[in-house]
C-alpha cells in the first residue's frame, strides 16, 4: 500500500520534474525521493479522510451550500475509486520479472488516479474563492494557488516544445513497434487457423499487452522463460521480443534448441520458439 501514487500533490506539481531536480542539488536518488513522496502523501490522505468523516459526524447534515455538497460529492467518488483500487491491488498485482524487476500495482499507477488528478485543483478552487471568510491568510493562499497552477501551466508547455522537438530521433522506434503490432496480430491470427496459441513474451510490456488485445496471451513473468522446460497442455508458438542489451536476462531461453530468429524491426529481435504438450 506504501506504492500509493501521490496523486494530491500530482495535482498540482510535476513530482517526476522535482524528483529529478532534488537529485542533481542533493545527490539523493530520484527513486528516494519519489518513495518520499509517497509515504508522505498517504500519511495525509489518511489524517485528510479522518478529518472528512469526523467533519460529517460533526456536521450530520452534509448539504449546506452549493460548494460544500459539491466537495463531499467529490470526496465520496474519490473514496469509492480508493477503495477499489486497493481492492484489485491486492488482489491483482503483478511482478514484472527482470529486466524490470518491479512490481505493478492498480494504486501505484497514474491513470487510475485521472477524477482525483483533475478534480482536487477544481476543489481546491472552489474553496478558496468561493469561501465565506475572506481573511488576509485566505488572500495570500489564493495568490499562492494561482501563482503554482501559473508555473505548472508554463512549465508544461515548455516541456510540450521540448520533447516535441525530440520526437524526431525516435521515429524509427515508434515505426517499428508499428510493425511489431501488424506481426503480431497476423501471427496471432495465422496460428490459431492451425489451432496452435501464440503467447507473446517481452520485457516491454506493451508487446505483452498488445498481444491480448488481438486475442493472443501476453506473458509478463517472463522469468519462466528461463526454466528447463516450459509446460503447456496445447501446442504453443512462444515470441519474444526484446533488445540486443537484454539478452542476458535470457540467457537460458536463447539457448534452447528451436529457438529460431523469426524477424529483426529496427532494433528489436522477435524470436520464436515451438513449445508442446508433454506426452
Not at 493562499?141 to 521540448?162: A, N, R, S
Request: proline share 4%.
Amino acid at each position: 500500500m506504501l506504492r500509493f501514487y501521490p496523486f494530491i500533490p500530482s495535482s498540482l506539481f510535476n513530482l517526476d520534474f522535482y524528483a529529478q531536480q532534488l537529485e542533481i542539488v542533493t545527490g539523493i536518488g530520484y527513486v528516494r525521493w519519489q518513495f518520499l513522496f509517497q509515504c508522505t502523501h498517504l500519511i495525509f490522505l489518511v489524517l485528510l479522510v479522518l478529518f472528512f468523516f469526523k467533519k460529517i459526524r460533526k456536521d450530520k447534515a452534509i448539504v449546506t451550500n452549493t460548494s460544500e455538497s459539491f466537495i463531499y460529492l467529490f470526496a465520496l467518488i474519490c473514496l469509492g475509486i480508493l477503495l477499489l483500487l486497493s481492492y484489485l491491488s491486492l488482489t491483482i498485482s503483478r511482478f514484472y520479472a527482470p529486466p524490470n524487476d518491479l512490481i505493478w500495482t492498480y494504486i501505484s499507477d497514474s491513470r487510475y488516479h485521472i477524477f482525483p488528478l483533475i478534480g482536487f485543483p477544481i476543489v481546491i478552487s472552489v474553496w478558496l474563492f468561493s469561501s465565506a471568510h475572506k481573511t488576509g491568510l485566505m488572500h495570500v493562499l489564493q495568490f499562492l494557488f494561482v501563482i503554482i497552477l501559473l508555473l505548472e501551466v508554463l512549465h508544461g508547455i515548455y516541456f510540450t516544445i521540448k520533447v516535441s522537438q525530440d520526437l524526431r530521433p525516435s521515429m524509427p522506434d515508434m515505426v517499428a513497434q508499428k510493425q511489431i503490432e501488424g506481426f503480431l496480430e497476423d501471427q496471432i491470427r495465422t496460428n490459431k487457423e492451425n489451432n496452435v496459441d501464440v503467447v507473446v513474451a517481452s520485457n516491454f510490456s506493451t508487446f505483452a499487452q498488445l498481444a491480448n488485445f488481438h486475442n493472443g496471451t501476453g506473458l509478463f513473468d517472463t522469468k519462466v522463460l528461463n526454466e528447463d522446460r516450459i509446460a503447456t497442455s496445447r501446442p504453443v508458438k512462444l515470441l519474444l521480443i526484446t533488445q540486443e542489451h537484454y539478452f542476458k536476462h535470457f540467457d537460458k531461453f536463447l539457448k534452447k534448441k528451436g529457438i529460431m530468429l523469426n524477424r529483426k524491426f529496427y532494433n528489436y529481435y522477435c524470436f520464436s520458439y515451438d513449445v508442446y504438450p508433454a506426452l
